[in-house]
């Protein structure tokens, strides 16, 4: 027995040394699931709507892309992409799907059934990508990723509406009475109030401050992995690091431009552009983030890296 405890000591005591070790390095902020989680629906929501706008051009049997088209044009690759998008290609149903992928990315940037909208935005998400391929790029890939792993993390526990309805009810738990019991059962009055205190204490208890999990450091890592090939790509790329001329270009790639680079390139002026070229160059991709991204710090030196 005493041999038993004394090899359990070390072992226990290496655990819990990896285990703060992973929290040190993959551990993030309740808070900063909570910001993740808003920033991400609403960037889903924004995509939906802009989306929404080409839907007949580009989804329903009288534009460009008819069902039968996009399921032709699949590679061998591809057969197995699934899209409840591809279920009908008349207008009304693609409208509705707009709507319904809309409603479940606000849900989810509110925190309202957190769980739930996750789910849902990250099936119509992969829904209306599959079914316009020919449209998909990089971005597209990120935010489906991301999602995926929302739905392995508790992002309903700051900032969202089941957080403020979790903490009513532990309001109205504690201001309930206890349940009234029948004279003579002192004994087992007195035992189900101490079960009754410590239901109570449990349900007010503080959530830890950080998670640590397989999709924390999934996430972590992925954001890693996007900075770092980004920056070995650019450093690589002669419009980035010889021209400098690559910010420029990018503004007049009008498959991708936003309406404020389209204003940007019109006001902003030639040496201005870049001097952003090289600002994006050095101070950000020269400086690839590790797993600690700047949007959950834990510790000072975390944050100076980021």
């Known amino acids: ?44 929501a924004l995509d939906v709507f802009l989306r929404w706008q080409w839907v007949d051009e580009f989804m329903t049997e009288t534009g460009v892309l008819p069902r039968s088209l996009t399921l032709a044009q699949l ?19 693609q409208h509705l799907l707009m709507a319904v992928h809309l409603l479940a990315a606000l ?34 890939t990120v935010v489906r990723v991301m999602l995926f792993w929302s739905m392995f993390l508790p992002l309903g526990e700051r900032y969202s509406v089941d957080a403020w309805v979790r903490g009513i009810r532990r309001e109205m738990a504690s201001l309930l009475p206890p349940p009234r019991r ?22 007010q208890a503080p959530t830890p401050k950080v998670c640590t999990s397989v999709a924390t450091a999934a996430v972590l890592v992925q954001v890693a992995i996007l900075y770092i090939s980004t920056g070995w790509h650019k450093y690589k790329d002669k419009w980035w690091t010889r021209d400098g001329t690559s910010v420029m270009l990018f503004l007049h790639m009008d498959m991708f431009v936003s309406p404020a680079g389209i204003v940007a ?42």
């Open 1 to 44: 027995g005493g041999g038993g405890g004394s090899g359990g000591g070390p072992a226990s005591g290496i655990a819990a040394t990896v285990a703060a070790a992973a929290e040190r390095v993959f551990g993030v902020d309740y808070r900063g699931l909570g910001v993740f989680r808003m920033g991400l629906g609403l960037v889903v």
């Open 182 to 203: 029948r004279e003579g059962k002192k004994k087992e009055e007195e035992e189900e109030q101490q079960k009754e205190r410590e239901k109570k204490k449990k349900m």
């Open 75 to 93: 590679t061998s690759d591809q057969k197995w992409f699934a899209s409840l998008h591809n279920v009908s290609d008349k207008a009304f149903v």
């Open 107 to 140: 849900s989810f940037a509110a925190g309202l059934r957190t769980r739930l909208a996750a789910l849902a935005t990250f099936a119509l998400t992969s829904s209306v990508q599959a079914r316009t391929l020919v449209l998909m790029q990089g971005g597209d």
């Open 265 to 306: 390139r019109r006001i902003v002026p030639a040496r201005a552009l870049l001097l952003a070229n090289w600002l994006v160059y050095w101070g950000c991709e020269t400086t690839c983030p590790g797993p600690r991204s700047s949007l959950w710090p834990q510790s000072g030196s975390a944050t100076s890296r980021s």
